[in-house]
């Protein structure tokens, strides 16, 4: 099994500037089968990037994903007061497909 | 709109079982693969399930192999969570969560990635 640690656990940051979350697989990741996720409290989980770097239908271009082998990154460029919340990693290339622990993204 | 809301969740003791279902709408819930996916108190993600379109392949996590059953019933839109045996470890908030593959035209890929998630339905194992 692939295991994912994300770091920071916790990131505060202020509105407007750039949040950098890391995913660190244990093993090399298959192909480009990677994906990050959004959780803001109480809500569901909300796809954001999948294969590495392609967004999903309705991210804003603010969200972008990069990375190879066992080193990725969720980066938003500048911060708007709706995307504190909860960033999830997902790794799909090797079964069991497996989650990161999630980095928090808090306002300073 | 396009949504998935699970319910069944509860308080129950430790041996004990439990149902949970999801239902899909605003989209074509039968061409889809689903799954259940868990959060513990605190801790991260954990996928648990897996049925494809049709049914006709299941999978789970080793954690719940034995234990837990999924199904769907198309003609009702709906996913569902049978859960024996339960243990304490097993509390968490289920969600169930559509993967991104659509079937069409006799194709039906599996990408395991979701792109629609329930907000979940709470189970709670404790004597």
Same mark, same amino acid.
């Given at each position: 099994?692939?295991?994912?640690?994300?770091?920071?656990?916790?990131?505060?940051?202020?509105?407007?500037?750039?949040?950098?979350?890391?995913?660190?697989?244990?093993?090399?990741?298959?192909?480009?089968?990677?994906?990050?996720?959004?959780?803001?409290?109480?809500?569901?989980?909300?796809?954001?990037?999948?294969?590495?770097?392609?967004?999903?239908?309705?991210?804003?271009?603010?969200?972008?994903?990069?990375?190879?082998?066992?080193?990725?990154?969720?980066?938003?460029?500048?911060?708007?007061?709706?995307?504190?919340?909860?960033?999830?990693?997902?790794?799909?290339?090797?079964?069991?497909?497996?989650?990161?622990?999630?980095?928090?993204?808090?306002?300073? | 709109? %396009?949504?998935?809301?699970? @319910? #069944? !969740?509860?308080?129950?003791?430790?041996?004990? +079982?439990?149902?949970?279902?999801?239902?899909? =709408?605003?989209?074509?819930?039968?061409?889809?693969?689903?799954?259940?996916?868990?959060?513990?108190?605190?801790?991260?993600?954990?996928? %648990?399930?897996?049925?494809? @379109? #049709? !049914?006709?392949?299941?999978?789970?996590?080793? +954690?719940?192999?034995?234990?837990?059953?999924? =199904?769907?019933?198309?003609?009702?839109?709906?996913?569902?969570?049978?859960?024996?045996?339960?243990?304490?470890?097993?509390?968490?908030?289920?969600?169930?969560?559509?993967?991104? !593959?659509?079937?069409?035209?006799?194709?039906?890929?599996?990408?395991?990635?979701?792109?629609?998630?329930?907000?979940?339905?709470?189970?709670?194992?404790?004597?």
């Amino acid at each position: 099994e692939i295991v994912l640690t994300q770091s920071p656990g916790t990131l505060s940051l202020s509105p407007g500037e750039r949040a950098t979350v890391s995913c660190r697989a244990s093993q090399s990741v298959s192909s480009t089968y990677l994906g990050w996720y959004q959780q803001r409290p109480g809500q569901a989980p909300r796809l954001l990037i999948y294969g590495i770097s392609t967004r999903a239908t309705g991210i804003p271009d603010r969200f972008s994903g990069s990375g190879s082998g066992t080193d990725f990154t969720l980066t938003i460029s500048r911060l708007e007061p709706e995307d504190f919340a909860l960033y999830y990693c997902q790794q799909y290339g090797s079964p069991p497909l497996t989650f990161g622990g999630g980095t928090k993204v808090e306002i300073k | 709109e %396009v949504q998935l809301v699970e @319910s #069944g !969740g509860g308080l129950v003791q430790p041996g004990g +079982s439990l149902r949970l279902s999801c239902v899909g =709408s605003g989209f074509t819930f039968s061409r889809y693969p689903m799954n259940w996916v868990r959060q513990a108190p605190g801790k991260g993600l954990e996928w %648990v399930s897996y049925i494809s @379109s #049709g !049914g006709s392949t299941i999978y789970y996590a080793d +954690s719940v192999k034995g234990r837990f059953t999924i =199904s769907r019933d198309d003609a009702k839109n709906s996913l569902y969570l049978q859960m024996d045996s339960l243990r304490d470890e097993d509390t968490a908030v289920y969600h169930c969560a559509r993967d991104r !593959g659509y079937c069409s035209s006799g194709s039906c890929p599996t990408y395991w990635y979701f792109d629609l998630w329930g907000r979940g339905t709470l189970v709670t194992v404790s004597s």
